[in-house]
């Protein structure tokens, strides 16, 4: 169905979501349609201030929403690890983690363990968290795992040397996202194959939205310039409908584990979410299979579930 709308989505009613960075841009809009499709959102934020006045701006539209705070830093393990206890011991099963929160272009940055800033929180802090919250999608009728990704993981590249940049290393951070952003399509397919070895009926797919009017390019200093800005703000969407190809991951009837959702129009700039394809490099199993081990290397965690 490739003129699929939020018309289609069906009752979520019963269904414990996971979103994080759900306070503003793409999680935000993804929070606000499904807390009116009745299912129960759990913001995972960086920001509990602005989450809470996130969760008011929905509730405002949709009083009976249903949706709970927890404070979540993907740039800290430690973080990872205390949002991933407490939701242990609130839930006894999640449907849906859609893994969304990220930082784009910033200047040079360590997370708390060392890594440069935008593979840390874009990746490795979501791999952490995914890997620890298996157990709690067993017990789901549906349940699904979606990582945004980016067009911008067409130009990306994976080298280990560069997860932990230094400013002397010739920092690039444009390339840093890229890379970022292949790593969670690697991170998607190898997970996919995993989990499918193991019988695991947990979905993994991916979406981007194109290019959508949010926050994320904040730091970006061509987009501070007005003539571009303002061809790009020509091309671009909403952040509604950037939210569209993660949603869709979420919620289609129909959807297969391993697809990748993106705009229809403009080569993926906009447009209704449809399947699309990412490169070649990103199905690369060899690849997949490096950045998996540095990542388990790294966050010291790997898939244990009982079943």
Known sequence: MTNWNVEDITSQKGKNIIITGANSGIGFEAANILAKKEAHIIMACRDLSRAKEAKQAIISEFASASIALYELDLSSLDSVNSFVKQIKQDYKSIDILLNNAGVMAPPYTQTKEGLELQFGVNHI??????????DLFVTSTDPRIVNVASLAHKFGRIKVESFYYRPSNRYKKNIAYAQSKLANLLFTYALDRKLKSLNLNIKVLAAHPGISSTNLGRHSKVLSFRGIRKLVNAFNQSSYMGSLPSVRACTDLDAKSGEYYGPSR??????????VSS???SHNQELQDLLWDESVRITNKKIDVSI
């Open 125 to 134: 802090g979501h791999f952490s968290l995914t890997l620890q919250l298996l």
């Open 266 to 275: 403009l080569f993926e700039v906009k447009g209704d979410p449809i399947v």
């Open 279 to 281: 490169t070649k490099r």
